[in-house]
Nanobody
Framework: QVQLVESGGGLVQAGGSLRLSCVAS????????MAWYRQTPYKQRELVAL??????DYANYVKGRFTIAVDNAKDTVFLPMNSLKPEDTGVYYC?????????????????WGQGTQVTVSS
């Protein structure tokens, strides 16, 4: 069974940095689309960063500060975050399309991490 485990969240002062990690495990053949979302108490879950192959895209409010990166050999997706602001506070989720060997077939499904809390103090 494919699972995603996130880590790297925490409390940081404004201007600081964090690096989120999302490790995928299980009968993985390849990673497809990769994304990070953010959830805050007053907004719907919103897309922060997206990667497909070498193509990346970012929400305007994180451009130049966040980067979505991948280590395909380790099935791990990263989100280094720099120059953090209080408004970056929220729970961050990784979201991956993964092609997996399910025993009787190869199948691509969408998976979510458990979320990691990022809190930026002013």
């Amino acid at each position: 069974q494919v699972q995603l485990v996130e880590s790297g969240g925490g409390l940081v002062q404004a201007g600081g940095s964090l690096r989120l990690s999302c490790v995928a495990s299980g009968p993985i053949i390849s990673l497809g689309r990769m994304a990070w979302y953010r959830q805050t108490p007053y907004k719907q879950r919103e897309l922060v960063a997206l990667r497909f192959g070498s193509t990346t895209d970012y929400a305007n409010y994180v451009k130049g500060r966040f980067t979505i990166a991948v280590d395909n050999a380790k099935d791990t997706v990263f989100l280094p975050m720099n120059s953090l602001k209080p408004e970056d506070t929220g729970v961050y989720y990784c979201n991956l399309d993964i092609l997996a060997d399910l025993g009787d077939s190869y199948r691509s499904n969408e998976y979510w991490g458990q979320g990691t809390q990022v809190t930026v103090s002013s």
